[in-house]
């Protein structure tokens, strides 16, 4: 069976310092990835798509950038941290060319800048 | 365009009562349609889906949906609330000619003891 995972779960992170935050599938390959960011109040807001390795989709002019080094592994990055950048951050893959699009989403990971 | 209606952001709802979430898309083509359930600090579940199917969608804990063409909704529904159903859920459509989720902006569930 397919599994996700994400990692750190929780990550506390000064204004100005890097992000690497990590995810890994299991189980299927040549996923579409996807980066997702909860804010307080918000929904879900799609941040990058990826539909294989190297190839990057961001959906949103922000300062976070994300690679795919490998088929089943997905990064999110930053350089420098904004106080705006906190949130709850999903990862989450599909089945490339699949009808219904439907999404499968890890655990999560909770970033607080201060 | 294409947009995904939850109205309400926070839904309050007495235990034993009926659970009512509304979701409404705007499309002339029938889509591909899911309610996901996420838990405080959790990823997202999915609940059930609508692939063009039975209208009428079971789904996990007790949860059921309607697609209805004519009325551009995807309502979920459960008889009967319990506690542990405190949660926010989202619905999503997969649109005709799109390859991703669009997601409404969720409903934040509480259950009254």
């Known amino acids: 069976s397919q599994t996700i995972h994400q990692w750190p779960a929780t990550l506390v992170q000064p204004v100005g310092s890097p992000l690497s935050l990590e995810c890994t599938v299991e189980g299927t390959s040549n996923p579409n990835l996807y980066w997702y960011r909860q804010a307080a109040g918000r929904g879900l807001q799609l941040l990058f798509y990826s539909i294989g390795i190297g190839q990057i989709s961001s959906e949103v002019p922000q300062n976070l950038s994300a690679s795919r080094p490998q088929d089943r592994q997905f990064i999110l990055s930053s350089k420098k941290l904004l106080l705006s950048d906190s949130g709850f951050y999903l990862c989450?893959?599909?089945?490339?060319?699949?009808?219904?699009?439907?999404?499968?989403f890890g655990e999560g990971s909770r970033l607080t800048v201060l | 365009a294409q947009s995904v209606t939850q109205l309400g952001s926070h839904v309050s709802v007495s235990e034993g009562a009926l659970v009512l979430l509304r979701c409404n898309y705007s499309s002339s083509v029938p889509p591909y349609l899911f309610w996901y359930v996420q838990y405080p600090n959790q990823g997202l579940q999915l609940l059930l889906k609508y692939t063009s199917a039975a209208t009428l969608v079971k789904g996990i804990n007790g949860f059921e949906a309607e697609f209805k063409k004519s009325e551009t909704s995807f309502h979920l529904t459960k008889p009967s609330a319990h506690m542990s159903d405190a949660a926010e859920y989202f619905c999503a459509v997969r649109f005709y000619g799109n390859n991703r989720l669009a997601f409404g902006k969720g409903n934040q569930v509480v259950v009254i003891p």
């Open positions: 989450a893959w599909s089945v490339q060319g699949s009808n219904t699009g439907e999404l499968f």
